[in-house]
C-alpha cells in the first residue's frame, strides 16, 4: 500500500469493469495489439475476427460494433496505465509531493520503452475525430486526470498557481509522447523529467 505522502491523490474515475467470456477477453486482446500496433482505422472487423479465432457475429455479439470495441480496448488500456503508475510509485518510492510529479514523468521512460508507437490516447484522439464517439470520454477523461493529479500535488506540495503549473507539466508530458512518436527523439521523456524538474525547482511556494 502506498504511504499517504506518496500516493495518487485524484480519483481515477475507473468503475468495475465488465466481466467478459474468454470470447470477449480473446477478442479485447486481439483488437488492443492490433489497434495500437496498426492503426483503429485500418484495422478492420474481419482482421481482429480472425485474430482472436471468432466469428465476426461473435464479436457483434459482446461488444455491439467496432466503435464499443474501440472503447472497450482504449478503457482497459487505461487500467493498465493507472496499474503501472502505482507499481511505479511503489518502485521509485517517493517521499515528497514533488517526488511524485517527477514520478509519473519517469514512468514515462518505462511505459514506452520497446514501442515506437507512443501514447494509445493520443494516437486515437487523431484518428477519432468525431468528438461524439463512444470512446473520446475515455481518451479525454484519461488526460484531464493527468493535469488534476499534477494540480493537486503541486496543491499539497504548496506550490503558488497550482493550476498554472499543472498546464506546463502536461504540456511536457504529454508533447514528450508526441516527441517520442513524431520525431523519434528517443530520450523525450528523458528530456521532459529534466525540465520538469528545473520547473518545480523555480516555482514560487505559497
Same mark, same amino acid.
Given at each position: ?26 477478442? =479485447? ?7 495500437? +500496433? ?38 482497459? #488500456?487505461?487500467?493498465? /496505465? ?9 518502485? #521509485? ?17 518505462? /511505459?514506452?520503452?520497446?514501442? #515506437? ?10 484518428? =477519432? ?15 484531464? /486526470?493527468?493535469?488534476? +493529479? ?39 521523456? +528523458?528530456?521532459?523529467? #529534466? ?7 523555480? /516555482?514560487?511556494?505559497?
Amino acid at each position: 500500500m502506498l504511504a499517504q505522502q506518496m500516493r495518487l491523490r485524484v480519483d481515477r474515475g475507473l468503475s468495475e469493469e465488465a466481466r467478459l467470456t474468454p470470447a470477449g477477453e480473446r477478442i =479485447l486482446a486481439a483488437a488492443s495489439t492490433l489497434f495500437y +500496433e496498426q492503426g483503429i482505422r485500418t484495422v478492420g472487423v474481419d482482421t481482429i475476427a480472425a485474430a482472436a479465432d471468432v466469428t465476426k457475429k461473435t464479436l457483434y455479439d459482446r461488444f455491439g460494433s467496432k466503435d464499443r470495441l474501440i472503447a472497450a480496448y482504449l478503457d482497459r #488500456r487505461n487500467r493498465v /496505465w493507472h496499474a503501472f503508475l502505482d507499481e511505479q510509485l511503489e518502485a #521509485r518510492e517517493p517521499g515528497t509531493p514533488e517526488e511524485v510529479i517527477l514520478a509519473l514523468f519517469g514512468a514515462l521512460t518505462d /511505459w514506452v520503452a520497446g514501442s #515506437r508507437n507512443g501514447c494509445g490516447f493520443i494516437n486515437a484522439s487523431v484518428e =477519432l475525430a468525431a468528438p461524439d464517439h463512444p470512446a473520446m470520454p475515455v481518451i479525454v477523461g484519461q488526460k484531464q /486526470w493527468m493535469r488534476s +493529479e499534477f494540480k493537486a500535488q503541486a496543491e499539497l506540495a504548496g506550490l503558488a498557481d497550482a493550476g498554472e503549473l499543472a498546464d506546463r507539466l502536461l504540456l511536457l508530458h504529454e508533447g514528450a509522447l508526441v516527441s517520442y512518436r513524431v520525431a523519434a527523439m528517443d530520450n523525450a521523456t +528523458e528530456v521532459a523529467s #529534466r525540465a520538469a524538474a528545473d520547473m518545480l525547482a523555480a /516555482w514560487p511556494r505559497i
